[in-house]
């Protein structure tokens, strides 16, 4: 219950496309779902998040999307660039303030030039 | 703009032997963590500090694991001996209230 299922695992998108990145959750009581951006040999940098009281949540060119009924959220990254080739990790957090991330299984992202 | 840093970036030891790894997370943070990432697979919890104790832990952090903040700025974690499987990226993480903030991370190798 505790899990995120994070689709797809690879992704490879051309300069200027939409990149999508979708992640599924069980536990109704996660109440934050961040992304996370890594590059290798780098930690996890925090890209953007949401809480579950809106549906979207824009900044620049990533928007989260996210859809309670479902139980769904999704990364969209407009106008990719080759600099946005990295590994994405969509999270979920429990209300208690102090709780863990709980992170899924990753998507290398590809930009294609 | 404030980072968590971790030192050191790579340690190579020996399987049993023990290890330390440090961190100083960002100043008036209240929360701290540790995860680590097995090489190509995802980031996995193994233990939260708040208040000078440990908040939570995983199933990985078994009696080998044991954290510290020694002083005002330092948190780190112990390894007391280590195996092979222990070999990963381990990230110290720090946040205010929700937003959680990640080093660099130290590459532990255990040969």
């Known amino acids: 219950q505790q899990q995120v299922k994070q689709s797809p695992q690879s992704l490879i998108v051309q300069k200027g496309g939409i990149s999508i990145i979708n992640c599924a959750y069980e536990n109704t009581a996660f109440d934050y779902f961040p992304w996370y951006q890594q590059f290798p040999g780098k930690g996890p940098a925090l890209l953007i998040a949401?809480?579950?009281?809106?549906s979207e949540k824009k900044e620049g060119r990533f928007t989260i999307s996210f859809n309670k009924s479902a139980k769904q959220f999704s990364l969209h990254i407009m106008d990719s660039q080759p600099g946005d080739s990295a590994t994405y990790f969509c999270?979920?957090?429990?209300?208690?303030?102090?709780?863990?991330?709980?992170f899924g299984e990753g998507t290398q992202l590809t930009v294609n030039p | 703009e404030p980072e968590v840093t971790q030192t050191p970036s790579h340690q190579v030891t020996q399987m049993g032997q023990e290890v330390i790894l440090r961190c100083v997370p960002i100043s008036n943070h209240l929360y701290f963590y540790w995860y680590r990432q097995i090489l190509g697979q995802k980031v996995e919890f193994l233990v939260s500090f708040y208040n000078n104790e440990i908040s939570e832990k995983s199933e990985i952090f078994d009696d080998q694991f044991s954290v510290e903040r020694p002083d005002g700025s330092n948190f780190t974690l112990k390894i007391r001996s280590t195996k092979l499987e222990d070999s990963a990226m381990y990230f110290c993480?720090?946040?205010?209230?929700?937003?959680?903030?990640f080093g660099p991370g130290t590459r532990l190798t255990v040969t």
């Open positions: 993480a720090s946040k205010p209230r929700y937003e959680q903030y």
């Open positions: 999270a979920a957090q429990l209300e208690t303030s102090g709780s863990r991330l709980t």
């Open positions: 949401i809480r579950p009281d809106v």
